[in-house]
């Protein structure tokens, strides 16, 4: 069996005072996948990266990476991973063909194979245009692009992705998107993505562990994790000369009657989802009852936080743009 990419028993940091910023963490992220870690910022993610990645010590707990102890052998789990941090620092006056190559010489790559891997990185993350200018003329997402392409100059076997796409622009959000995906698709690196974003696990991630507090508060697949929260909620409005009452008495034959999300209006959390809806529109219309609007909305993994948590995500109402 491949020995899991990620995994964490009990990881704990713990700073001075008795603050603990990661809190008793296991984890367990398979070879081959997109794992997701979602949290509001100061909820333990980059403090639990960082200890992945070797740059912070564990105050206890054990955490392995690619087949390696993280405390007991760090040389090797840093030969096979990637990482690129949020706060990166890159040389503005270096062009980025120039650190590229400079990257593959501290990996040990012979001159050849740093000219080459430097080119089709840059090919890959799509910098050839710019690859002779200096990094302080590029924008704000050919930066994190760049940093991409150094965390691969080594091919590594499991990649860190600390918030990559916070601050980008839609355009620039979409283009790092697809690049994730293909070297998960074509090349089979394992991503690890910690993001604030939930469109963002949502639409990478085959797997999302959500963090709050320093403790894992949810762990399992976006669908999964949704369907744990219930059934989509169909909310109907009332059109003129009907009420809310007859929209709840008819929507009560399909499922639990609730609340709706707008004003003059009744909803129904709806077992059969979109498959459902037409059946309950047909009643309504069989009933004689007028509605001006009708919205069913799935669960999503802010109602999975919230349901947590007691609150909504940071994030939530920031949406990057769709791939």
Same mark, same amino acid.
């Given at each position: 069996?491949?020995?899991?990419a990620?995994?964490?028993?009990?990881l704990? #940091?713990?700073?001075k005072?008795?603050?603990?910023?990661v &809190?008793g963490?296991?984890?367990t992220v398979?070879s081959g996948?997109?794992?997701?870690?979602?949290?509001?910022n100061?909820?333990?993610k980059?403090?639990?990266v960082r200890?992945?990645t070797?740059?912070?010590?564990?105050?206890? +707990?054990t955490?392995r990476v690619?087949?390696?102890?993280v *405390?007991?052998?760090? &040389?090797?789990?840093?030969?096979?991973?990637g990482?690129?941090l *949020?706060d990166?620092a890159? @040389?503005p006056?270096?062009?980025?063909?120039?650190?590229?190559?400079l =990257? +593959?010489v501290?990996?040990?790559?012979?001159r050849?194979?740093c000219?080459?891997r430097?080119d089709?990185?840059?090919d890959?993350v799509? /910098?050839?245009?710019?690859?002779d #200018?200096r990094?302080?003329?590029?924008?704000? +997402?050919? $930066?994190r #692009? /760049?940093d991409?392409?150094?965390?691969?100059?080594?091919?590594?076997?499991?990649?860190?992705?600390?918030?990559?796409t916070?601050?980008?622009d %839609?355009?620039s959000?979409?283009?790092l998107w697809?690049?994730? $995906?293909?070297?998960? #698709?074509?090349?089979? !690196?394992?991503?690890?993505?910690?993001? =604030?974003y939930?469109?963002?696990?949502? *639409?990478?991630? @085959?797997?999302?562990?959500?963090?709050?507090? +320093?403790r894992?508060v949810a762990?399992?697949s %976006?669908?999964a994790?949704?369907?744990?929260?219930?059934d989509?909620l169909l909310?109907v409005?009332?059109?003129?000369g009907?009420?809310? &009452?007859?929209?709840?008495?008819v929507?009560?034959?399909f499922?639990q009657?609730?609340?709706g999300?707008? %004003?003059?209006s009744a909803?129904?959390? /709806?077992?059969?989802g979109s498959?459902?809806?037409a @059946?309950?529109?047909r009643?309504?219309?069989?009933?004689?009852?007028q509605f *001006?609007a009708i @919205?069913?909305?799935?669960? !999503?993994?802010d109602?999975?936080?919230?349901?947590c948590t007691?609150?909504h995500?940071?994030?939530?109402?920031?949406a990057?743009a769709?791939?």
């Amino acid at each position: 069996m491949t020995a899991p990419a990620v995994e964490t028993h009990d990881l704990v #940091r713990e700073y001075k005072g008795g603050v603990r910023a990661v &809190d008793g963490v296991t984890l367990t992220v398979g070879s081959g996948g997109i794992f997701g870690f979602l949290g509001p910022n100061g909820a333990g993610k980059s403090t639990t990266v960082r200890m992945l990645t070797t740059l912070l010590r564990p105050t206890a +707990g054990t955490a392995r990476v690619a087949g390696h102890d993280v *405390q007991e052998n760090p &040389d090797a789990v840093r030969r096979r991973i990637g990482v690129a941090l *949020q706060d990166a620092a890159i @040389d503005p006056y270096m062009t980025g063909r120039e650190l590229l190559r400079l =990257q +593959g010489v501290l990996h040990g790559l012979p001159r050849a194979e740093c000219r080459a891997r430097a080119d089709d990185l840059l090919d890959r993350v799509g /910098l050839e245009d710019a690859a002779d #200018r200096r990094v302080g003329t590029y924008s704000g +997402g050919m $930066r994190r #692009r /760049l940093d991409l392409a150094l965390s691969l100059v080594h091919e590594p076997v499991v990649l860190f992705l600390d918030e990559p796409t916070t601050g980008l622009d %839609p355009t620039s959000r979409v283009a790092l998107w697809e690049e994730v $995906r293909r070297l998960n #698709r074509e090349h089979g !690196t394992t991503i690890f993505l910690t993001t =604030q974003y939930l469109e963002e696990a949502d *639409q990478l991630a @085959d797997r999302v562990a959500i963090i709050d507090g +320093g403790r894992i508060v949810a762990d399992g697949s %976006p669908a999964a994790l949704r369907a744990g929260i219930g059934d989509p909620l169909l909310t109907v409005t009332a059109a003129e000369g009907s009420s809310p &009452d007859d929209i709840a008495r008819v929507l009560g034959r399909f499922g639990q009657v609730v609340a709706g999300s707008a %004003p003059a209006s009744a909803g129904v959390r /709806l077992p059969g989802g979109s498959a459902a809806m037409a @059946d309950a529109v047909r009643a309504l219309d069989e009933e004689g009852v007028q509605f *001006q609007a009708i @919205d069913l909305a799935e669960p !999503t993994l802010d109602d999975v936080f919230l349901a947590c948590t007691g609150r909504h995500l940071e994030g939530a109402g920031e949406a990057p743009a769709p791939a």
